[in-house]
């Protein structure tokens, strides 16, 4: 087996690495690692102040802390039932738009612009693209002063707090923010054609589900009280578990989430996809322009959904500044008292949607719950790049997979502290699948699902497989048509499928393939896919294998092809020794 | 020295990435910086990573898992100065402040009885538990303005000092209304100095971020709290946020 190993993905923030195993022509498994230890940052959180809690929490995330303030803010005011003024909403809105631009800028220009212009880094790009670079680093100057001006510093700042902020802007800086923001407009413009009209390769494109905010009023906007999914159904920010449905997986310390089983990708993309139809403004017409329906299913489009985001940014700040400026009279801070209570916080930081969760009791934060973005997009990330692996090596371009997979985590843009740093790449032995096998029974005793079709010659294989281990005495064997009894199991076991299935290799080659895996890439010689979506969850999915063998023949006969024969019986033998 | 340009690596430890950032952050001052010394090792910054010798090693963040111990102890063995680049590295961060016990409860809680194959997680602990530390920038994150002033007295071959003083000096120096008087818990007299009192700038009392000052004047300091009429307690309690594992000598200090 092979692994092609990026260990230390470079240019996003954190530490994190992504593998990905081979399999003869079959990519097994692309693991998405996240390095960086533990925080337990929600557990910090309890038995603290409210007010404690509004410092500690955002240290999640430095980019992002802004992102996490307002969302921690949100919720605690939820559930303090605070009630803030307009000004107050609209100068928490400037702040975050200071995030947005500082966070775009720093990944389109500065990260993901050397991609795919094919330079190593920003700097050594500099020499060649002077302006584009300095632009970059004027916007991201200009998102940190917004957020400084506001919070005291752009990272971790503490002016806004429950109720409201310690001190508002003077009326020079914000009038500063709003002519500097008039300013940038025709730089603006040119960021939008440039990331909008780049040549992004079609290598991974695939059919995706988008979850963001719902803003209300059919508005553009970073936060509000519902999420939306791309499939147009809505939730109410307190049933955020029914969307996000939180796992740990074995090989990182970031958690994951599941919709309906299905993956699911949040972020500007996710925005623009929902919400691109209510952009008004230039940004409309630039969405208009430019929007097509590879934005839907193409991770790569993510820069631009981000240029088109800073657009709106800059088209909002000068009303923003006028609405606060119009309200002078109302107070920077409003009195609250401390009480028992429940909130939730939902807002869309730079890369995706982000929920905080509270109970206080006694003064103190009882319980907390916080999902960043990244946790949700991780399956999101190991998804697109197995695509793109299984693609390029099914085009014969092995050495390409390296770095699209670095190019296609990031797209995500992902900052690891959300919880990312290395690609690597791995090709194991032939008989890779019988370690795999053992070393799963070993830990817990399988289910075994045999699927196929008795006359179909060699896509009898994995029904004959399950009858032989019935044979030798194996426990909990079954076969698809016991789909309701699979359904219903709760046990941590792993589910192991057995089943013919084409990977265009010889006749008789075993794969062991993470589910998952072969709902995404391999082509099978009967309908696998929505049988298994329908029977299992989303933490099912991840527990659960295909144990496939390469078929020779699957036309009309019960004669399983020699080759085949043998390989059941490799398996047989595996098992029962 | 390569061209007589120092040789600096740039590392993350687990922590927010925030002050990695804000060397991304020194916007203006980044292709000087680039220019200047020769940056070997920088993940968020660049992909083309060297890890050789180096003059300087910034180390940010916490040690968590055991895969970042043998990490460090590599960059400690490459590098002839190792600096603690912000509260996780210099004190362990607000995820230190978990006792053994504490932490494995909290760890199960989170994670459940998730097994981990990567990598075994610890408690998290400042770098300084594990090797030799020749320099301390605390703050969560470190100041830009501490940084630049570290860096250029580094690429000049003058060791930068300490920042003895609290914060509560730059607050005076700032000539703001002292918020102890609005009976708010400010930590500014036992916290170090560096930030340039911004929590307190703006109406906000100071959470402690830079870590606990090390000071022989910290009893006075807590006498002056307790008479505004907080507990010793709670003002351990607010310390410890912050403080990391150095919270219990800044306390016998008390
Ligand atoms: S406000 Fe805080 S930092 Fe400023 S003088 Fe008072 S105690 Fe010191
Ligand atoms: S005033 Fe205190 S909490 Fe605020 S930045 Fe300075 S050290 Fe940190």
Known sequence: MKTISIDHLTRVEGNGGITATIDGKTVTEVKFNVFEGPRLIE???????????????????????????????????????????????????????????????????????????????????????EFEAKIGLEMKNYGNHIMKVYNGRWIHGENAVIGGFGQLPTKEDLTWIKSRALQFMPFVNKTVALFCGLDYPDIPEDDTLYVCCEPGNNEYGFWGDEILLSTGEKYSKYDYPKVTNEYTVSHSFCKRSRYNGRPFSVGALARVNNLGDRLEGQAGEMYRKYFNDRWKKNPLFHAAAQALEIMYCFERIPQLVD?????????????????????????????????????????????????????????????????????????????????????????????????????????????????????????????????????????????????????????????????????????????????????????????????????????????????????????????????GIQPGTTDFGTEMSSSVKEAVQKVVSALTN | MNNGKPKIGIYELTGCAGDALLIVDCEMELLDIFTAADIQSFAMAKSDNIDGELDVALVEGSVT???????????????????????????????????????????????GNQKFTHTKPVRSKPIDEFVKVDFYLPGCPVSKEQFLHFLTRMLKGNPPEHYPTPVCVTCKYNENDCLLNNGKLCLGPLTADGCGSVCPNHNIPCFGCWGPVENANAIAELHLLKEKGFSVEEIKKRMANFAGTKLADAIKQL
């Open chain 1, 43 to 129: 557990r910090l959180t309890v038995g603290r102040t409210p007010e404690e809690d509004v410092s500690l929490a955002p240290r999640i995330c430095a980019i992002c802390s802004v992102s996490h303030k307002n969302a921690v803010l949100r919720a605690m005011e939820d559930a303090l039932d605070v009630n803030v003024s307009k000004k107050i909403i609209y100068s928490r809105e400037l702040m975050h738009m200071g995030e947005m631009i500082e966070s775009h800028s720093l990944h389109t220009f500065l990260l993901a612009l050397p991609d795919f212009l094919g330079y190593p880094n920003a700097i050594a790009m500099a020499g060649d693209f």
């Open chain 1, 323 to 547: 609405l606060i400026l119009a309200d002078r009279e109302e107070p920077a801070l409003i009195p609250y008292t401390t009480k028992e209570g429940t909130g939730t916080g939902l807002v869309e930081a730079p890369r995706g949607t982000l929920i905080h969760h509270y109970a206080i009791k006694n003064g103190l934060v009882d319980h907390s719950d916080i999902i960043t973005p990244t946790a949700m997009n991780a399956e999101e990330i190991e998804r697109y790049c197995h695509i793109a692996a299984q693609k390029l090596l099914d085009e014969g371009k092995e050495d390409e997979i390296r770095a699209r997979m670095d190019i296609v985590v990031r797209a995500f843009d992902p900052c690891i502290s959300c919880s990312a740093h290395s690609v690597e790449i791995e090709r194991v032995p032939e008989t890779a699948w019988k370690d795999r096998l053992l070393e799963l029974s070993a830990k817990k005793a399988p289910f075994f699902v045999g699927v196929g079709t008795e006359d179909r010659s060699d896509d009898r294989a994995g029904l004959e497989l399950a009858a032989r281990l019935k044979e030798m005495g194996i426990a909990d064997v079954y076969t698809e048509k016991d789909i309701d009894s699979i359904r219903s199991i709760q046990e941590q076991r792993p589910i192991i499928f057995l089943d013919a299935v084409n990977m265009g290799e010889s006749p008789g080659k075993i794969t062991l393939i993470p589910v998952d895996h072969v709902l995404r890439n391999v082509n099978n010689s009967h309908k696998f896919t929505p049988f298994i979506v329908g029977a299992l969850n989303g933490a099912q999915i991840k527990n659960s294998y295909v144990l």
């Open chain 2, 65 to 111: 898992t055991e895969k970042e111990i043998s990490e460090l102890k590599d960059i400690r063995e490459r590098a002839k100065i190792v600096v603690a680049f912000g509260n996780c590295a210099a004190h362990g961060g607000i995820q230190a402040r978990f006792d053994d016990k504490e932490w494995q409860e909290n760890l199960k809680k989170v994670y």
